[in-house]
């Protein structure tokens, strides 16, 4: 993330923020109706996978139905299309390998046959599929305060970042829009010191 500040070295900080910013459980999006008179509520149950198998998830179903029926299908959609025919399943337990980190919605159609009566009721719950990339991108932002009397041009920079929570901020490099400080004009870290060149108006940017 890539952010732009400019300011005055001498007089007053003038400050600008324009940023634009980028875990697992599954929620309750959508249920249907049922299409008979027997009793019948589908609902089920995702679990992330341990590590080592990234995307993926059990799933286990949570019907509920009338105790004088037979649920006799479970029928899977996993909004995942570039996983082909593994996209759709059946059974009440199912395993699946999302094809990438995003927003899945996943749906269950649970069957119930009474007599000669059957009736269906469906379930979808969004599931957020992480699979080791970060899907917040960093914000980052930063402080400068300019140096007591006796170190002219000199100003202090603190950076901050805020980002994916299953992610680390690993690095902060600065530009201090000042070439004529050779090296110096550049560097690492959340907290920097910089010298400038003379007065001025400067563009210091922070990308983390």
Not at 41 to 47: C, E, I, M, T, Y
Not at 65 to 76: A, E, F, H, R, V
Not at 81 to 104: D, L, R
Request: glycine fraction near 12%; hydrophobic fraction near 35%.
């Amino acid at each position: 993330m890539h952010r732009k500040y400019s300011f005055g070295v001498i007089g007053l900080l003038l400050m600008v923020f324009t940023f634009s910013s980028l875990s697992t459980n599954a929620q309750t999006s959508f249920s249907s109706d049922t299409n008979c008179a027997a009793t019948l509520s589908a609902n089920f149950q995702a679990f992330e996978l341990l590590e080592g198998a990234p995307c993926g998830y059990n799933f286990f179903q949570d019907v509920s139905g009338d105790p004088g029926c037979t649920i006799t299908n479970y029928s899977w959609n996993f909004g995942d299309p570039a996983s082909g025919s593994a996209n759709t399943g059946t059974g009440g337990f199912i395993q699946h390998f999302f094809t990438g980190s995003g927003v899945y919605e996943v749906c269950l159609i649970a069957e119930q046959t009474c007599g000669t009566s059957v009736c269906y009721d469906t379930i979808c719950q969004t599931i957020t599929v992480n699979c080791g990339g970060c899907l917040v991108e960093p914000t980052a932002s930063f402080q400068a305060f300019e140096l007591l009397e006796g170190a002219p041009c000199g100003y202090n920079f603190f950076g901050n970042a805020t980002g994916d929570t299953n992610c680390t901020i690993t690095n902060y490099l600065w530009n201090f829009g000042d070439p004529a400080s050779g090296s110096a004009n550049t560097g690492t870290g959340t907290f920097i010191q910089h010298f400038f060149t003379g007065s001025g108006t400067y563009e210091v940017c922070l990308v983390v």
